[in-house]
């Protein structure tokens, strides 16, 4: 049978395991907590490229169609076309549109990349976080019970005393 002072002794150990435990909890909270308005951000950013994609190939589109209807006026005039200045600036204006797309595209593909990633270290984080929380309820329950043996070591010690 332990006495009053070997059980606050454990009282005391089992504080600080408690503390330590809510430490630990308190810093994956907010681990968890920097995440999500770092994946918030990044979603922002992507919804933003994505418009500028549709932008890009809207111009890319109306750019196409100018030149298409440029080669038709030429093969219904009867005069051979397709090569002159206005012809090959306007291809070279494609061309722009495209790779302009295709690179924001490529954007929006390593944001998505980055999204899931984030993601899955937030479920992660979070899971990790649960476990926490389960650890640092255990710890209080334990240091509760110690303290309820304290609290009857006290009373028959002071009662057989």
């Known amino acids: 049978m332990s006495t009053p002072q070997k059980q606050r002794e454990i009282v005391q150990k089992r504080q600080t395991k408690m503390h330590d435990a809510q430490r630990k909890y308190d810093t994956q909270w907010n681990i968890v ?3 999500v308005p770092e994946i918030r951000a ?3 950013q992507k919804e933003h490229l994505t418009r500028e994609v549709a932008t890009l190939k809207l111009r890319y589109e109306v750019s196409l169609g100018t030149i298409q209807r440029h080669q038709q ?3 219904e005039s009867g005069r051979p076309g397709g090569n002159g200045e206005f012809e090959k600036n306007a291809r070279k204006e494609l061309e722009k ?3 302009k797309c295709a690179h924001v595209e490529d ?5 998505a990349k ?3 990633k984030a993601q899955k ?3 992660k984080a979070r899971e990790k976080l649960d476990e926490l929380h389960n650890k640092l309820a255990e710890a209080k329950i334990q240091v509760k019970i110690e303290q309820g043996r304290l609290l009857q070591l006290a009373d028959r010690h002071r009662i057989g005393q």
């Open 121 to 123: 270290n937030e479920r």
């Open 33 to 35: 907590n920097i995440q």
């Open 73 to 75: 006026r030429l093969e």
């Open 107 to 111: 954007k929006i593909k390593a944001i």
């Open 97 to 99: 549109e495209k790779k």
């Open 114 to 116: 980055t999204i899931e």
């Open 42 to 44: 990044l979603s922002l």
